[in-house]
């Protein structure tokens, strides 16, 4: 086994899952649901109508053709949400809006433009017809099966069927499913607090003037934005210089305050790379130091109190490459997914690559469908 998988499974192992909440349906999106979601209902609960047109018994249009139609009397106009008065019966119809339910004794709906209305004030498709003011039938020119053009009742959603299991992420179809049910709050996974921690004298903010030798924080950023995309709640605890108990003092804030930590820099084998001794000063067992990857190589994963620390390297490539490729699926689990390891998938590169070296070599690429 590859040695950043057993890394991986060692840290997935080491973690468990945050605790739930309920929250409303509105700040439900992008949420990772506690629970599994069954419909209690169907959807739609009544047979409705697909388009605008007219409800009538499929019986009455036998024998009707293009050269023949066959004319029935329109005794009704509903609109969606409406209750039709009248039953269909044999010869009638019932002129029905998109949505609107199918009256009682019509199985099949056709559109209005596969149609002719004949109508005593001579009024066209585009006048709502008023079956009390006006004596009008309708002309179809094809014959019709039971069910035609009929939604039926759990067409959308039947009841007792999963919609989604816990762990799933709440995306915008299963957001109108759950608003479609009346659902108003459901469990879901808190966010875990992940506290960010910087290390390095060369460190300075991005909006601060850039001595000779100094450089950008720019992995407080990326860390954070993909801690983010994992579910977590990222949370930066500052700038730790290359001291033992400066960067103490900021893990023992974010131990208190967080349910992760993720550290960069400070992890090489430097006389200035100074997390690990920090970590162990403050009580974290190493499960792993270093890992045979290239960009990631250098890291330090601890937990103290079932709480992870993740410390990565300095260099924006290295950390990143690590924190997505080796960590990211215990940080995902954390986090409450019910799928948390990664999908491999097979491809072949356009270009060879030939660079000699140790290990598993992770290459930057994208995948275009």
Request: glycine letters at 10%; proline letters at 4%.
């Amino acid at each position: 086994m590859d040695d950043h998988i057993k890394a991986r499974d060692i840290l997935i192992n080491s973690v468990g899952i945050v605790e739930t909440e309920r929250v409303k349906t509105e700040e439900l999106f992008g949420r990772i649901i506690a629970c599994d979601i069954k419909a209690g209902e169907d959807v739609p609960s009544f047979a409705r109508s697909p388009y605008d047109g007219y409800a009538f018994r499929a019986d009455d249009t036998k024998g009707a053709s293009k050269d023949r139609g066959v004319t029935l009397k329109v005794i009704e106009n509903i609109r969606a949400g409406e209750l039709p008065v009248n039953k269909v019966t044999e010869g009638r119809a019932i002129r029905l809006m998109t949505g609107a339910i199918i009256p009682e004794g019509a199985d099949a709906v056709c559109k209005y433009e596969d149609t002719t209305v004949n109508a005593s004030n001579n009024c066209d498709h585009n006048s709502i017809i008023d079956a009390h003011d006006h004596d009008t039938s309708v002309t179809i020119y094809k014959e019709y099966r039971a069910g035609d053009n009929v939604i039926r009742p759990g067409e959308d959603m039947q009841k007792g069927r999963v919609l989604a299991l816990s762990g799933s992420v709440c995306d915008t179809g299963l957001m109108g499913a759950v608003a479609s049910l009346g659902i108003t709050e459901l469990a879901v996974y808190k966010r875990p607090v992940a506290g960010i921690i910087s290390t390095g004298d060369e460190l300075v903010d991005i909006d601060a003037p850039v001595p000779p030798g100094k450089i950008r924080n720019s992995n407080r950023y990326t860390i954070s934005a993909a801690l983010k995309r994992a579910g977590a709640d990222p949370v930066y605890l500052g700038h730790a210089k290359d001291d033992v108990k400066d960067i103490c003092s900021l893990i023992d804030r974010g131990f208190e305050e967080c349910d992760l930590l993720v550290c960069t820099g400070g992890v090489s084998a430097g006389d200035y790379d100074l997390v690990p001794d920090a970590m162990k000063e403050y009580g974290y067992e190493l499960l792993v130091q270093g890992v045979g990857i290239k960009p990631g190589m250098a890291c330090a994963y601890g937990v103290r109190q079932g709480k992870l620390m993740l410390a990565l390297s300095g260099n924006p490539a290295s950390a990143l490459t690590n924190l997505q490729c080796v960590t990211l699926p215990a940080i995902r689990k954390l986090c409450g997914h019910r799928e948390y390891d990664h999908k491999l998938i097979r491809l072949k590169l356009l270009n060879d690559f030939n660079k000699a070296g140790g290990g598993t070599r992770f290459i930057r690429g994208r995948m275009e469908i």
